[in-house]
């Protein structure tokens, strides 16, 4: 379990954390716009779409080690690519070679085989640990990271000269790739080869058309949606503390990287929570949590009221979004998925789930872009307030249907 915690985050550490916690680093190194970042993220969103749903069938077939290791070697070789700088053709290029890395061979794997070592009676504390070990493993290497970047940079980060910039970042991302190398290694080592018994013949296009009949299935798929745009927000914390805040680019990336610590600590307790009552209403409060909190954020300013508010919601909404994050995948034991489909429904729901890959970041950067500063950050907070609203919609969903017997796949 602690070498899938690895690997889980460590394979997308080069994609997402790297904009995550370094975003104004990587908007001035390679003179991108907030919108030319969302629309690379598009492409590696449709590359990751197409990739879900095979991926999660290969995952029912194929053994985990194979797949992992296969997926996080090929991913490191794009690291190398993105050390050299490439211009905004070959980022799009990069991203959606990533998107097929990261997924097709991965993302199936992981989450079958975390489901697998839950067990029934432990799901919420199976996919919190996953997540909280994986934000542990984010915020400890973005520390790093930090201290990496600042080594090259002046006391002063607004002095910095375009070669201080791109110095400290190619080290950056060399570290980073360096990880994901290493992982693939510990990978190789440490996970067992598994032999997959069928007991029936492997029929992917049954299995396929079984979960697209589920509604309890896209009821879980909108769920994700909306937990996973919540997600993606915490990519502009970072832009948020310099546009806003006054920060400099290093204290952005800092900033940022300690609101990562919240993510082990909210995964884990949602985990326990949801085993211990239920993982559907527990994911219901979160959202209208969420919902509130983005919502007063939305006409907050530091001037109005301080910092108080501004930094107690950048905390308090990374540990809502952490505990989702935590919970949404228990979901297939609550809906009694059987373990034959899990492969076939995690590519689902994930095909769905993960679109916003594909619109969230082409939408947030062009509100942000359309009214620079504090008003474009303003309207961006109030369009994920609207997001929570809908998800804690799409949550009470699937508590009708588990009351109407909806999760009975016989």
């Not at 290791?69 to 799009?92: D, E, H, K, Q, W």
């Not at 006409?299 to 919970?327: C, E, H, Q, W």
Request: net charge positive; hydrophobic share 50%.
């Amino acid at each position: 379990m602690i070498t899938l915690i690895f690997v889980g985050e460590l394979i997308f550490s080069l994609v997402f954390n790297i904009p995550l916690f370094f975003r104004p680093t990587v908007l001035e190194v390679f003179g991108i716009s907030n919108t030319q970042l969302g629309d690379m993220f598009a492409v590696y969103g449709i590359a990751a779409m197409l990739s879900y749903f095979p991926g999660g069938v290969l995952a029912d077939r194929f053994s985990p080690r194979s797949l992992i290791v296969t997926s996080l070697f090929l991913t490191s070789i794009g690291g190398l690519y993105l050390a050299t700088f490439p211009g905004i053709v070959g980022m799009r290029f990069l991203y959606g070679y990533w998107g097929v890395t990261t997924v097709f061979f991965l993302w199936g794997a992981l989450i079958k085989t975390t489901r697998d070592w839950g067990g029934e009676k432990s799901q919420g504390l199976a996919f919190g640990l996953l997540d909280g070990g994986r934000g542990l493993v984010a915020a400890s290497c973005a520390t790093i990271g930090v201290i990496i970047l600042s080594v090259y940079m002046p006391d002063d980060a607004r002095q910095a000269t375009p070669l201080m910039r791109e110095s400290g970042f190619r080290m950056v991302v060399w570290y980073y790739t360096l990880l994901v190398f290493l992982a693939a290694i510990l990978a190789w080592f440490v996970i067992p080869t598994t032999r997959m018994e069928h007991k029936v013949i492997f029929n992917p296009l049954k299995n396929m058309a079984i979960v697209l009949r589920r509604p309890v299935i896209w009821a879980q798929a909108a769920v994700i949606v909306c937990a996973y745009c919540g997600y993606k927000s915490l990519g502009n914390y970072s832009l948020y503390a310099v546009q806003v805040l006054g920060m400099n680019e290093v204290d952005g990336a800092r900033i940022a990287s300690y609101g990562a610590w919240t993510r082990p600590v909210a995964a884990l307790m949602a985990g326990l929570i949801a085993d211990r009552y239920n993982a559907t209403r527990s994911i219901i409060v979160m959202f209208l949590a969420i919902c509130v909190m983005y919502g007063s954020w939305s006409f907050a300013t530091p001037k109005d009221s301080g910092n108080f508010i501004i930094y107690a919601n950048f905390f308090m909404t990374m540990v809502a979004v952490y505990a989702l994050r935590g919970v949404y995948f228990a979901l297939l034991e609550e809906n009694r998925t059987p373990k034959y489909l899990t492969g076939a429904a995690v590519g689902l729901v994930s095909v769905v789930g993960y679109t916003p890959d594909i619109f969230f970041p082409p939408i947030a950067g062009r509100i942000l872009d359309a009214n620079p500063g504090l008003i474009g950050h303003q309207n961006y907070f109030l369009f994920l307030s609207i997001i929570a609203l809908l998800g804690a919609i799409a949550a009470v969903s699937l508590v009708f249907l588990n009351r109407n017997n909806a999760t009975n796949w016989k």
